[in-house]
């Protein structure tokens, strides 16, 4: 595949706004129906964007706030995504979310955990700003 488009990055972008805010209805707006989920070398998959929701009802809000570094993947967009739990004092290196897009809509999401991070040359953790 070629480098992400002008659109993509667009989408990514907005994918990241929606992450950081936790605005649960702004991300499933961006997903395919078809749209799929899947955690290698986890054992979890989610197919179809309503089988999404409760993950992103509950990833989004639940486990603390979240900043999001966007990336690039397999020359596809992705986001490299830090946490920092509710009362914690940093953001901590999580998660890498790496897009598939068609038509303008994310169908697919594949999640690898924090162990990426360094192989991108990104810091363990982000300063609050």
């Known amino acids: 595949p070629s480098e992400p488009t002008r659109d993509e990055l667009a989408l990514l972008e907005r994918f990241i706004d929606a992450h950081q805010r936790a605005d649960v209805e ?7 129906e078809d749209a799929r989920v899947a955690m290698p070398p986890n054992p979890f998959w989610f197919n179809g964007r309503e089988a999404i929701v409760q993950s992103l009802i509950v990833g989004l809000r639940a486990p603390g706030e979240w900043r999001l570094v966007p990336v690039r993947a397999n020359r596809q967009p992705a986001a490299a995504s830090y946490l920092r739990p509710w009362g914690g004092a940093e953001f901590v290196a999580f998660k890498f979310d790496i897009l598939r897009i068609e038509r303008g809509k994310v169908a697919e999401i594949t999640t690898f955990d924090a162990n990426l991070f360094p192989a991108f040359g990104l810091p363990p953790t982000l300063d609050d700003a």
């Open 26 to 32: 702004a991300a499933i707006a961006m997903l395919r």
